[in-house]
T-cell receptor, first 111, second 113 residues
Framework: TQLLEQSPQFLSIQEGENLTVYCNSS?????LQWYRQEPGEGPVLLVT?????EVKKLKRLTFQFGDARKDSSLHITAAQPGDTGLYLC???????????FGKGTSLLVTP | NAGVTQTPKFQVLKTGQSMTLQCAQD?????MSWYRQDPGMGLRLIHY???????DQGEVPNGYNVSRSTTEDFPLRLLSAAPSQTSVYFC????????????FGEGSWLTVV
């Protein structure tokens, strides 16, 4: 199993602050995904990054895939209470079917 | 469009009982899988299927059986429930050709007492 380490595990910030969540591994992934999960629901895909060094933006969210395709980051600008949730990264190797998930970062944004 | 549908949403079992978690998808996806999610453990793959009649084990398959008789359905069976199987279970599916876009069901909360 290729391990994905996410940090921080918990994050509590006030509305308007910026934050960065990290996803690191010693393994190379063919692609890496970020999901957001709200209480009582399944994870929902936010983005897929495929190319080393790739940067993708989704409104106030910026995702980056490391040059070596071993790590990724999620940056949120001016966080809002609606951003509250569990953020999960998941990577897939070249040969595997399944996604390997990190343990997640639980984000709380208070008004 | 129903997507991935799981039933039941909540279930309490006694140790040793058996049950089946149902999963159905209406998107004609070839790949289906079952994950369990536990506090501090993330999502772990139990079993998966790449098509009707084909199943394989994931990271934590012990205590669970699956079958894939149709493209649409992928039930997960607990033959003799144990307290260690208390968890939230998610079914997921994706197209073979779509790369990595996986669609998850809403989850099934299982408690084994």
């Amino acid at each position: 199993t290729q391990l994905l380490e996410q940090s921080p595990q918990f994050l509590s910030i006030q509305e308007g602050e910026n934050l960065t969540v990290y996803c690191n591994s010693s393994s190379v992934f063919s692609s890496l995904q970020w999901y957001r999960q709200e209480p009582g629901e399944g994870p929902v895909l936010l983005v897929t990054v495929v190319t080393g060094g790739e940067v993708k933006k989704l409104k106030r969210l910026t995702f980056q895939f490391g040059d070596a395709r071993k790590d990724s980051s999620l940056h949120i600008t001016a966080a809002q209470p609606g951003d509250t949730g569990l953020y999960l990264c998941a990577g897939r190797s070249n040969s595997g079917y399944a996604l390997n998930f990190g343990k997640g970062t639980s984000l709380l944004v208070t008004p | 469009n129903a997507g991935v549908t799981q039933t039941p949403k909540f279930q309490v079992l006694k140790t040793g009982q058996s049950m089946t978690l149902q999963c159905a998808q209406d998107m004609n996806h070839e790949y289906m899988s079952w994950y369990r999610q536990d506090p501090g453990m993330g999502l772990r793959l139990i079993h998966y299927s790449v098509g009707a009649g084909i199943t394989d084990q994931g990271e934590v398959p012990n205590g669970y059986n699956v079958s894939r008789s149709t493209t649409e359905d992928f039930p997960l069976r607990l033959l003799s429930a144990a307290p260690s199987q208390t968890s939230v279970y998610f079914c997921a599916s994706r197209r073979r050709s779509s790369g990595n876009t996986i669609y998850f069901g809403e989850g099934s909360w299982l408690t084994v007492v």
